[in-house]
Every structure is written in C-alpha cells, then in structure tokens.
C-alpha cells in the first residue's frame, strides 16, 4: 500500500504546507526556542499511524545497522598525545551503538514519504531561519536518513555532529534511560571553546539542559555546536531515533574516518570529497 505523507504527519497540529497563522506561530516558537537553546521540539509531529509506520521500518533494517563498540573523544579523531592530557581531544569515552545508513529505506518507505513530504524541507528551512542558498540535504548517500538504533547497554556519549543541522524523529524510546542531554551553542565556527568543553566532560558545566522525548516528537538540533548525548538504556525494547540531516553547503558529504566509524564502510564519494568542509572545526 502506498504510504501517505497526511497520515504519517499530523498536519492539523503542523500545518508545514499550509501558510497562514497557525504555521506561522509554530515558526515563532521554534524559532525562539532555537535562538535560546539551539533546541526546539515539535511534539507529537507524527500520528499514531505514523509512529506505527517508521517503527515497522526501523524493526525491519534494524539488523543492517552497523554496531561498534569504540572509545572516542567528542570530535571523533585519532589520539594525538601532543596534546595536555586535559584537552578535551584527548579524553576518551565508551561508544556503543548502531547506525542503519540510509541506503537501507526505500524511496516509498515510511520514513522517506516523511522526508519527501510536501513543504518539509522549506518547514525546516523557515524554522531554522537559514537562507535558502545555505539550505542542503546532506549529500552522504549513507547518511541523509537513518536510523540510530540502540539496545540496553548502549548510548552515545559527549559529541559534536558533523552537520550543521539534524533534524529527529523519536520513534521508540528504550524502556529505561536514553535521555538527551546537550550544552547549548558551546562553540562557534572561530571558537572551539576546549575550556567549556572540558567542563561538561568533567561534569562541572552550568549548561547543560535534559530533554526527555516521546515516540513522533520532531526536533530540531544545532548539533554542529552544541556538544550532546545519550545517556546509557536499560530494558529489552530498542531505541530509535530517526535522523534527517541538512548542511549549509551543497555536495557536503561526511569524512572518511568518521563514516567508517558511524556505518562501517565507506563510498567512493566519501574519498573524493575528503578535506572539501566549509569550516575549519576539527571534525
């Protein structure tokens, strides 16, 4: 059966296609949200049907997920023992996970209708307040849509996402555990900020916020500068979080060491295009 993007997406509650009032009031407070914290949450933006969808997908790739078991400083790069053993780039934590890369899901999927919906991406857009020729997909044909899915046991410790802008869908959450915690905007393009860095490792920081998320919340994340994770789960049932990825350069693909470590392979675009990110931050 040919999935529908109006049964998967609540467009009474969000109207994303639809202006007028009601879609510009949602911008309003994402867009407050996103200025105050980097972190808006739409909740409930999938229905139930929608939920029922995705996770049905999830359940059925979730095997094709690439599960590592690693130790990895925030920045996802080799030891570089030039470096105080207090510099943030050389503390190293516990990593276990699995990522489903996004050649898994259908064009026709669940998933994808969501992503290809009508007015989505310019939805996005206007939340993020991004002018339209600094709006992207990410190109990463491995890395545009998956899938985290995670078991007890498993979490994701402190990081900075290589992407400007990720965009999530909770899809099923772990019986225990799995909060998402972050420290808001804690570096720039010109600033790396290792002091306060190093103060969410330590556990010392001020600024970080919890967030706990609920199966069809949609959220909307500045992960490229606001340093995250989720906390350890417990229980058998797995957690998935969908992930849409957007950038502010087009072409924009994910580095080489680092796609190994998130999918377990890489492409041949991934070496072509090494080296070629706007910015100058470490990963």
């Given at each position: ?220 994340f500045k992960g490229r500068y606001s340093l995250h994770r989720v906390s350890p789960l417990e229980g058998p049932t797995p957690r998935y979080v969908a992930i849409f990825s957007y950038v502010e350069e087009p072409g924009m693909v994910g580095s080489v060491e680092r796609t190994r470590q998130l999918y377990g392979r890489t492409l041949p675009i991934h070496h072509e295009r090494a080296g070629q990110r706007a910015d100058a931050l470490v990963d």
């Open positions: 059966m040919q999935l529908n993007a109006n049964d998967l997406i609540d467009t009474a509650r969000y109207p994303i296609s639809t202006p007028g009032p009601e879609r510009d009031a949602i911008l309003s407070r994402v867009r407050g949200e996103l200025a105050a914290r980097g972190c808006a949450v739409l909740k409930g933006f999938l229905t139930p049907a929608g939920i029922a969808a995705t996770v049905a997908e999830a359940d059925g790739v979730a095997e094709n997920g690439h599960r590592s078991f690693s130790r990895t400083n925030p920045y996802f790069t080799a030891e570089d023992d030039s470096l105080p053993a207090t510099d943030p780039r050389r503390r190293y934590f516990d990593r276990s996970n699995a990522f489903v890369p996004a050649d898994n899901f259908r064009p026709d999927g669940a998933l994808r209708t969501v992503f290809d919906s009508t007015g989505f991406d310019d939805f996005v857009c206007d939340c993020l307040q991004q002018p339209k020729d600094k709006f992207f997909r990410y190109a990463d044909p491995l890395a545009d849509v998956i899938v985290n899915a995670a078991g007890e046991g498993n979490g994701f410790p402190w990081h900075f996402d290589t992407n400007n802008f990720t965009v999530t869908l909770a899809l099923q959450n772990a019986d225990r555990g799995g909060a998402f915690e972050y420290a808001p905007m804690i570096r720039t393009n010109q600033n790396e900020n290792f002091d306060e860095v190093a103060k969410v490792l330590n556990e010392t920081s001020d600024k970080v916020i919890s967030l706990a998320l609920e199966p069809g919340d949609l959220q909307l």
